[in-house]
């Protein structure tokens, strides 16, 4: 299994690597780049090669898409549990309904349900777009990082278990830091990891 990072709509080179490497299954952490004006690309692909949403993927377009695994969730055969979703810093200059969309990130009641999976489940590795708000704080030197709903949410989650690795995006930076038991892992835009390889 592959994780791969932000794709912003470079669909060619998305395609193109998943052939150059040979990469039979992969999940892609969100930003796909689907719904925005100029990426309104629908059409289905292998569904071993799936994917979440990000804060720059249009909510209502992606969801009738069949590789997208769904706003939150938990696959018991790879032992992950995802969740989609993620705060725009920049939605002031963009427009709502054609590059910005109000539920970006899950409600309120969506993390509430999500928190109670993990904790059923308590998945080996967690795969969100963006982080939890102290991972991100100590990862990036952000001390100052503005809270939102995501990272805030996924900061509880974290407080609560901790599972052996969390994987996100959003950033746009390849980083890794381990925190306690736990080995956080940024990836850049069209980063490719070899869950095997860790």
Known sequence: MHIIGDIHGKFD????????????????????GIGFPKHRFLEKWNLNHRFIRGNHDNPE????????????????????YY??????IDYKQRTIGYDWWKDEELSKENFKIVK????????????????????????????????????????????????????????????QLKINNTLFICLQELEILNLKGN
């Open 116 to 175: 109670s999976e993990i904790s059923k489940h308590k998945p080996k590795i967690i795969i969100s777009h963006d982080g939890p708000l102290s991972v991100i704080k100590k990862m990036f030197s952000y001390p100052n990082y503005f809270q939102n709903k995501t990272t805030v949410n996924l900061d509880v989650i974290l407080s609560k278990f901790q599972p052996e690795m969390w994987i996100f995006g959003h950033h746009h930076r390849s980083t």
């Open 13 to 32: 080179k998305y395609f193109g690597a998943l052939k150059y490497f040979n990469i039979e299954s992969s999940i892609q952490i969100g930003d796909m």
């Open 83 to 88: 969740i989609s979703g993620g705060y725009s």
């Open 61 to 80: 377009i992606i969801k009738n898409h069949p590789n997208f695994l769904g706003d939150f969730g938990f696959l018991q055969k790879e032992n992950i």
